[in-house]
């Protein structure tokens, strides 16, 4: 017991409090990576859109480009997997309905799961 | 010697003290602010505050091999200094001929700045093929005069008899070494390693000189050299200038006292 | 007998050489043979590409005479040097109040020191954006306090790029000088003043006859920093000016640095570094001198 006593001191805590914290967070990180993007496309009045097309896009310097696109189903909610950029860019757009606005979802690591607590909302007219 | 109230004496060193912190907190706030960091006027207080500026520093450059490098030659500074300061220091407690003139060089060579070697130090290096390695930056900084007297001072204080005791008794000299010296001087070595670090930490002029090689960056360089790599990234700028400096502060902080130790008497040493 | 006492003599030499060897070689290496080796370089014409040829004072004559950067280097270090004296008066009011058996002066000092320690680089960058014409923290103060009617761009103003400069070196280096002189004050023996005091002496007269004189060799050395720190303050001014605008901040470590490994101009910089040095001494022989040899020099690298 006292032979680990010198671990004590205020070098040894300050550094292993840190070392022990990046630990979890990179486990963290393990168990949330898949780079999945949950989220429900919705019409301007509210309503489950089917059929959407949901874009997911990066920004590389000047122009965000497109990288994935899925289609929601019938009650609307889609499922983006296996992203690997830590700012993703989404719009929904169904012809007939009209564009969600491009919006911008930061992540606090690359491939961090993603779970849309706002629904895109198609806004008529927009494309 | 107290002329003036209390309250005054605290009054002006909070001011002080807050003039002191203003620059911190500015680089702090921006590097977490919400909003739009062109508008004028700025906000005081961070609005919506964020850390996504970090993580864009993390992803946009190396930061973990910069860290690392910067790391390593820290560690080859630290333990270099320690072994070979001590080595040195302990050397001149002995008498020896050609002493007095050791000393006259390790002062004269304290009156030499490294800024006006740079030019045929960086041949040096380059005719030891060390430009671009963790080696050659930091054997410059692997032994320092300062130190060198810190530990001599330190070991002419260990009293000679305990030596020559224990030299009589047949122990070895390396034994000597590790198990009287360096228990004995363990404030010359903490101080010693505080200040190779934060020296060797914040060095910039030379790694600047020497390392060409993306991949060989320290942080500081990488610091200096962000601006030019990303543009539109003020705020990741300054996330990376915040996550520059904690280590070194939190350092700093840690072991105050050696620092400052070290720094008085090297500055008091003629 | 003797034999062996002098086989044993030799073996503790060959150790304390053995123990020296690597510092001596370092130093050599990198203090040693670089000074000598400038002195040589700077007689030459040389370059990494062709051989070296003997120039004799071509390049001191250039410098001298022609090389108006090289002048407005000269002087600028000289003002940033000059400068020195605002910020040891700074520290030592600072020193002055912290020495004051006051609570939470250790909490004080460790916030008036915290600036030095920090990475200079860093520090550029921080007041930089303190600077920034549009949305910088001072101008923000100067524009609401209605002293200033747009943003002043300091960093690229010819007139207020150097005092911009200084102030940040200032803030950086301030807390150092306090620590000295605070060192100093606290090696004061206390009952001088308490002689003064009962001598009638006033709280201005204690500090004129008593504080002053005796903290002479700290200030000294503080100046001596001061010109350490004008020579080499390489950091601040590469990240926050570069020397610019129009070279009203270089400085002669600064102007080294490009000639040699901007422009590639080793030998003409090798010159540079010889006429450096050589101010440098001076000046340190000089504060020595005042000082009557109780000022010492410091490590700042």
């Given at each position: 017991m006292l032979r680990w006593s010198f671990l004590l001191n205020r070098y040894v805590v300050t550094f292993g409090t840190i070392a022990v914290a990046a630990a979890l967070w990179n486990l963290y990180i393990a168990f949330n990576d898949d780079g999945i993007v949950e989220g429900r496309v919705v019409g301007p009045s509210g309503q489950p859109v089917a059929g959407a097309e949901v874009i997911l896009s990066e920004r590389t310097l000047l122009?965000?480009?497109?990288?994935?696109?899925?289609?929601?189903?019938e009650a609307g909610t889609f499922t983006i997997t296996g992203h690997r950029y830590h700012r993703v860019w989404l719009k929904a757009v169904k012809p007939e309905i009209g564009a969600s606005p491009q919006t911008e979802y930061r992540l606090y690591f690359r491939g961090a799961n993603l779970?849309?607590?706002?629904?895109?909302?198609?806004?008529?007219?927009?494309? | 010697m107290t002329r003036y109230p209390k309250w005054a004496i605290h009054l002006g060193l909070a001011i002080i003290c807050t003039l002191m912190l203003i620059p911190f907190y500015w680089v702090l706030k921006t590097s977490l602010t919400g909003e739009n960091i062109f508008s004028y006027p700025p906000a005081i207080l961070p609005e919506n505050p964020h850390l996504f500026y970090y993580v864009d520093v993390w992803y946009s450059i190396p930061f973990f091999r910069y860290l690392v490098n910067s790391v390593v030659v820290s560690i080859i500074v630290v333990v270099g200094n320690v072994v070979l300061n001590a080595m040195a220091g302990y050397a001149l407690t002995r008498d020896f001929t050609g002493k007095g003139s050791v000393i006259m060089l390790f002062l004269s060579c304290m009156m030499i700045?490294?800024?006006?070697?740079?030019?045929?130090?960086?041949?040096?290096?380059?005719?030891?093929?060390?430009?671009?390695?963790?080696?050659?930056?930091?054997?410059?900084?692997?032994?320092?005069?300062?130190?060198?007297?810190?530990?001599?001072?330190?070991?002419?204080?260990?009293p000679?008899?305990?030596?020559?005791?224990?030299?009589?008794?047949?122990?070895?000299?390396?034994?000597?070494?590790?198990?009287?010296?360096?228990?004995?001087?363990q404030s010359a070595i903490a101080t010693n390693i505080i200040l190779a670090f934060i020296w060797s930490w914040n060095n910039f002029l030379w790694p600047l000189i020497i390392i060409r090689d993306n991949d060989m960056q320290t942080l500081p360089l990488g610091l200096a050299r962000f601006l030019t790599v990303v543009e539109d990234t003020t705020g990741a700028l300054y996330a990376f200038c915040i996550m520059v400096l904690v280590p070194g502060l939190m350092i700093f902080l840690l072991a105050q006292k050696q620092f400052i130790a070290g720094l008085t008497s090297g500055a008091a040493k003629g | 007998?003797?034999?062996?006492?002098?086989?044993?003599?030799?073996?503790?030499?060959?150790?304390?050489?053995?123990?020296?060897?690597?510092?001596?070689?370092?130093?050599?290496?990198?203090?040693?043979?670089?000074?000598?080796?400038?002195?040589?370089?700077?007689?030459?014409?040389?370059?990494?590409?062709?051989?070296?040829?003997?120039?004799?004072l071509y390049h001191y004559e250039e410098m001298i005479l022609y090389d108006d950067v090289f002048w407005q280097s000269f002087w600028n270090t000289a003002v940033f040097m000059a400068s020195a004296p605002i910020g040891i008066l700074f520290a030592l009011v600072i020193a002055l109040l912290v020495d004051t058996p006051i609570r939470g002066r250790n909490v004080y000092r460790t916030i008036v020191f915290m600036s030095y320690p920090v990475?200079?680089?860093?520090?550029?960058?921080?007041?930089?954006w303190l600077y920034n014409e549009d949305v910088g923290l001072i101008n923000y103060i100067l524009r609401s306090l209605g002293m200033s009617g747009r943003g002043i761009p300091f960093l690229n103003s010819s007139t207020y790029a150097l005092p911009a400069v200084i102030v940040a070196s200032i803030w950086q280096v301030v807390g150092f000088y306090m620590i000295i002189l605070l060192t100093g004050l606290q090696n004061i023996p206390q009952s001088l003043y308490e002689a003064a005091s009962i001598d009638g002496a006033s709280a201005w007269q204690r500090f004129k006859r008593i504080t002053l004189p005796l903290l002479r060799p700290s200030i000294f050395l503080c100046f001596v920093i001061g010109i350490i720190n004008s020579f080499t303050n390489f950091d601040l001014i590469y990240v926050m000016t570069d020397g610019g605008p129009s070279h009203a901040t270089e400085l002669l470590v600064t102007y080294i640095y490009r000639v040699a490994f901007k422009l590639g101009q080793f030998d003409y910089a090798a010159a540079l570094t010889i006429v450096n040095f050589a101010f440098f001494v001076f000046l340190a022989w000089l504060a020595n001198r005042l000082s009557g040899g109780e000022a010492g020099a410091v490590e700042s690298t």
């Open positions: 122009v965000t480009e497109p990288r994935q696109r899925v289609t929601t189903d779970h849309l607590e706002e629904p895109l909302r198609l806004e008529a007219g927009a494309s | 700045p490294f800024q006006v070697t740079i030019i045929p130090a960086y041949l040096i290096t380059k005719e030891l093929g060390l430009l671009n390695s963790h080696l050659g930056m930091a054997l410059p900084l692997c032994s320092t005069i300062v130190c060198i007297f810190v530990f001599k001072a330190s070991f002419d204080a260990i000679k008899s305990l030596i020559d005791a224990a030299r009589i008794d047949g122990v070895p000299d390396w034994m000597i070494i590790f198990r009287i010296m360096v228990p004995l001087s | 007998m003797a034999f062996a006492i002098r086989k044993k003599r030799t073996r503790e030499l060959l150790l304390i050489w053995f123990f020296l060897a690597p510092s001596l070689l370092i130093f050599a290496l990198y203090r040693i043979i670089p000074l000598l080796w400038n002195g040589v370089l700077s007689f030459e014409f040389w370059s990494p590409y062709k051989p070296a040829e003997f120039a004799g990475m200079t680089v860093a520090v550029g960058i921080i007041w930089q």
